[in-house]
């Protein structure tokens, strides 16, 4: 990937989405008992599919027929410091959004933990949540379910994309969609995290698109009727689900893979090396080791993960 990949359609204007329950945050009543659904865009600023595909559900003024609809912009203020010459900057302001949810009960001290604090309520309230992501590098689409089995059933049910990853997220800190009950496994309450593909290509619209048709016609809140037409593209054959085992970080930002990954590739040997951190071989721990979101092949700063291992289940 370049420093400048290309950018495949354009940035819609948000301002126009401000005010709201809180600032860039709607709530849609029915009016009707159901229960409460939740699809969140910007949790990194420069992911911008998902802001395409939440713009697009409030320009079109979609209505639950039963619970309730909550619509989130989350990291607004990134993706509003967008600049074309340093396009990767704008995915935060201050620290990742994404990483703050394990400590919101301390005083907010960035834009980050501030923008978090407005946010929480309403992810408290939500029953169900997609949250639009996606990929620095160009890859196929993940669906991450987290790591409990309902995380799993619930992207089963969703049929698409292709790729489940059951993951239990970053020690760099608590996800938004682990966050309360979405990350207990004796709440009903669900949480999926789309990786649609590329940020800036046209096919990581399409993939928006499709996966928050399912996921709302799913919830039962919406009729398949009601979402726009074209959203939905046909079912994969099958699904397949990767769990996984390892995260890979490089010690001090020296890593240095054998060769370029896409990701989703399948490593038949166990001992197989990818790569040489700080000159120490890094190897596959098993036979059909899934290689899963390698960042493998571009400079990382120490600690920062370059691969994840997963095995297929
Ligand atoms: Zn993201």
Redesign the pocket.
Known sequence: MSDNPPIEFAFPELRKWENGAAPYIHVIESGQPGPTVMVTAL??GN?VSGAIVVDALLEKRLKPRNGTLVFAFNNIEAYHSFDPRTPFKSRMIDEDF?RTWGRLDRPATTVETRRAQVVKPFIERADLLLDL??MHDDGVPLMLAGPLAKGVALAKKVGAPVDIIADAGHAAGMRMRDYGGFGDPSSPKNALLIETGQHWRASSVTVAKDVTARFLAETGIVEPGDLPLGWRQPSPPAQRVVEVTHAVATKRGNFMPVRHFEGQEIIAKAGTVLGHDDGEPVTTPYDNCVLVMPSTNRPLRGGVTVVRLGRLV
């Open positions: 949790t990194h992911e994404n992501h996606s």
